[in-house]
């Protein structure tokens, strides 16, 4: 296996040679409940994405304080009483043990999307009477003039994070889920007031004015903001004691002030603070000097924890493909110097009713084994003789999964074409069609008897030849 020495030589190798191709690491895609209510969606789900090179999936398994979960499955460290979601009710299934199961085949990172603070939808006819909207309703959240919110108001009915009582209960059912299941990240929803309106609570009142006896010089717009703040962050660290390496993240408003403003959700400071680890922007503006104008304002310094969330979807079947992908560019030109980490589509449903699944494929993000155990040797270092020409065409890696290699090919031209893999004495091995989806090819162990591969191109009626060194391979394979 690479020493870490040689592994960092590799890359700057690579740097030096070829530039920066697609430093895009995330290509995500969210997940409504809609869409896993049986094995048979939720292995469609996978094998689409798959299909449209994704690499992590959020799936919403909390939509309103409901589980499409197990709670407590095996470890009930962590009290999590909340109610079987009514589209998964009596059905032997268990969707993100499913997606689980299933996506990481693919390589596909898992993401549990939970809603925080909004815990009812605005039709309570599906909510059950032990749902917490029903036995906790002194929890909920309060407007100025001093009235409870009611499920009718916004998405729903809202929880006040000003209390202890709020605070814990969330920490524990979200403990729960990251202590019962394998996922790579806990991504967050609506974790902020409904308005600049709401956070009076008569509880969170009196905590204010408990605390402005000590502190004289703080208003409660700062309080309800460090409200927000406070619940993530107790969130992290009762997660990231289960799971050190689990991606905390936030889906937040994009515009920075109007966030604070209106919401309380400061995401900057959460960034600084180190208590997230991404943040996904909603930033589903249809027009694009709107988003243009939206991604100006963020400094540079978040730009590699920023995943940017597309609009997919339309209400009128007035938002083309071609809308996507020239938002697709708007974000991935400015990678030149300042990386973002990802792009993320909201939302599956979206992409299939409105058939956009061609704006998903123009945004080529090369897959990365994200395991652990995974060594991976891309072949520009191999074969530095090739034209730049197809270099900024053809992506070519080997990669293995436990003791299991495979060949990858990825397309990131135009144009159409062909590939064809000869062993040392000019024998066909295997071919196939390029085109824009990530090419994954096992290797058998008997090719590693060989002294070298050789790969052919054949991109815009012009050919091109790779050749693999399997010398340098065989270390890695015999390791």
Same mark, same amino acid.
């Given at each position: 296996?690479?020493?870490?020495?040689?592994? &960092?030589?590799?890359?700057?190798?690579?740097?030096?040679?070829?530039?920066?191709?697609?430093?895009?690491?995330?290509?995500?895609?969210?997940? !409504?409940?809609?869409?896993?209510?049986?094995?048979?969606?939720?292995?469609?789900?996978?094998?689409?994405?798959?299909?449209?090179?994704?690499?992590?999936?959020?799936?919403?398994?909390?939509?309103?304080?409901?589980?499409?979960?197990?709670?407590?499955?095996?470890?009930?460290?962590?009290?999590?009483?909340?109610?079987?979601?009514?589209?998964?009710?009596?059905? +032997?299934?268990?969707?993100?043990?499913?997606?689980?199961?299933?996506?990481?085949?693919?390589?596909?990172?898992?993401?549990?999307?939970?809603?925080?603070?909004?815990?009812?939808?605005?039709?309570?006819?599906?909510?059950?009477?032990?749902?917490?909207?029903?036995?906790?309703?002194?929890?909920?959240?309060?407007?100025?003039?001093?009235?409870?919110?009611?499920?009718?108001?916004?998405?729903?009915?809202?929880?006040?994070?000003?209390?202890? $009582?709020?605070?814990?209960?969330?920490?524990?059912?979200?403990?729960?889920?990251?202590?019962?299941?394998?996922?790579?990240? &806990?991504?967050?929803?609506?974790?902020?007031?409904?308005?600049?309106?709401?956070? =009076?609570?008569?509880?969170?009142?009196?905590? =204010?004015?408990?605390?402005?006896?000590?502190?004289?010089?703080?208003?409660?717009?700062?309080?309800? $903001?460090?409200?927000?703040?406070?619940?993530?962050?107790?969130?992290?660290?009762?997660?990231?004691?289960?799971?050190?390496?689990?991606?905390?993240?936030?889906?937040?408003?994009?515009?920075?002030?109007?966030?604070?403003?209106?919401?309380?959700?400061?995401?900057?400071?959460?960034?600084?603070?180190?208590?997230?680890?991404?943040?996904?922007?909603?930033?589903?503006?249809?027009?694009?000097?709107?988003?243009?104008?939206?991604?100006?304002?963020?400094?540079?310094?978040?730009?590699?924890?920023?995943?940017?969330?597309?609009?997919?979807?339309?209400?009128?079947?007035?938002?083309?493909?071609?809308?996507?992908?020239?938002?697709?560019?708007?974000?991935?030109?400015? +990678?030149?110097?300042?990386?973002?980490?990802?792009?993320?589509?909201?939302?599956?449903?979206?992409?299939?009713?409105?058939?956009?699944?061609?704006?998903?494929?123009? &945004?080529?993000?090369?897959?990365?084994? =994200?395991? #652990? $155990?995974?060594?991976?040797?891309?072949?520009?270092?191999?074969?530095?003789?090739?034209?730049?020409?197809?270099?900024?065409?053809?992506?070519?890696?080997?990669?293995?999964?436990?003791?299991?290699?495979?060949?990858?090919?990825?397309?990131?031209?135009?144009?159409?074409?062909?590939?064809?893999?000869?062993?040392?004495?000019?024998?066909?091995?295997?071919?196939?069609?390029?085109?824009?989806?990530?090419?994954?090819?096992?290797?058998?162990?008997?090719?590693? !008897?060989?002294?070298?591969?050789?790969?052919?191109?054949?991109?815009? #009626?012009?050919?091109?030849?790779?050749?693999?060194?399997?010398?340098?391979?065989?270390?890695?394979?015999?390791?």
């Amino acid at each position: 296996m690479f020493s870490s020495y040689k592994r &960092l030589i590799l890359y700057f190798f690579i740097f030096i040679n070829f530039g920066i191709l697609d430093c895009i690491e995330q290509k995500a895609l969210w997940v !409504t409940p809609w869409d896993m209510t049986s094995s048979e969606m939720i292995d469609r789900v996978v094998e689409n994405a798959y299909s449209w090179g994704i690499t992590d999936l959020l799936v919403e398994v909390r939509y309103r304080g409901d589980a499409l979960y197990i709670p407590n499955k095996r470890v009930k460290t962590y009290r999590n009483n909340e109610p079987i979601s009514y589209l998964i009710e009596g059905k +032997q299934i268990d969707p993100l043990e499913e997606f689980i199961a299933k996506a990481k085949k693919k390589n596909i990172k898992v993401h549990a999307w939970v809603t925080v603070l909004v815990i009812t939808p605005r039709d309570l006819s599906n909510v059950c009477s032990s749902h917490l909207y029903y036995q906790n309703p002194d929890w909920l959240t309060y407007n100025n003039l001093d009235e409870r919110i009611t499920h009718l108001k916004f998405e729903g009915a809202y929880l006040d994070p000003g209390l202890y $009582e709020v605070r814990n209960y969330l920490v524990n059912v979200f403990s729960d889920i990251v202590s019962n299941y394998n996922i790579d990240g &806990l991504h967050l929803d609506y974790i902020r007031y409904p308005n600049s309106n709401y956070g =009076y609570n008569p509880i969170s009142i009196k905590r =204010y004015d408990d605390l402005l006896r000590i502190i004289k010089d703080i208003d409660f717009v700062e309080w309800k $903001e460090k409200q927000i703040t406070s619940l993530i962050s107790q969130i992290n660290q009762s997660v990231k004691r289960i799971k050190p390496k689990l991606i905390l993240s936030a889906a937040v408003m994009p515009d920075i002030d109007y966030a604070v403003v209106k919401y309380s959700q400061n995401w900057f400071d959460w960034l600084n603070q180190n208590i997230i680890d991404k943040v996904y922007l909603m930033a589903y503006q249809t027009d694009d000097y709107a988003l243009s104008s939206t991604m100006n304002k963020i400094p540079d310094k978040y730009n590699d924890k920023i995943v940017v969330g597309l609009r997919a979807w339309s209400d009128n079947n007035n938002y083309s493909v071609n809308e996507i992908v020239s938002k697709i560019n708007i974000i991935t030109d400015k +990678q030149v110097n300042n990386q973002y980490n990802g792009i993320s589509f909201f939302s599956y449903g979206g992409i299939i009713q409105r058939n956009y699944q061609s704006a998903l494929l123009s &945004l080529n993000v090369l897959q990365e084994n =994200y395991q #652990e $155990e995974t060594n991976s040797l891309d072949l520009f270092f191999l074969e530095r003789f090739m034209p730049l020409e197809i270099n900024q065409y053809i992506k070519t890696k080997i990669y293995s999964i436990g003791n299991q290699w495979y060949l990858s090919i990825t397309n990131l031209s135009h144009f159409q074409g062909s590939w064809k893999l000869y062993d040392d004495a000019d024998k066909l091995i295997t071919e196939g069609l390029l085109d824009k989806t990530v090419l994954n090819f096992v290797l058998p162990e008997f090719l590693f !008897t060989k002294d070298r591969l050789i790969l052919t191109y054949n991109l815009n #009626e012009k050919d091109y030849k790779k050749v693999i060194n399997l010398n340098e391979l065989s270390s890695l394979y015999k390791n």
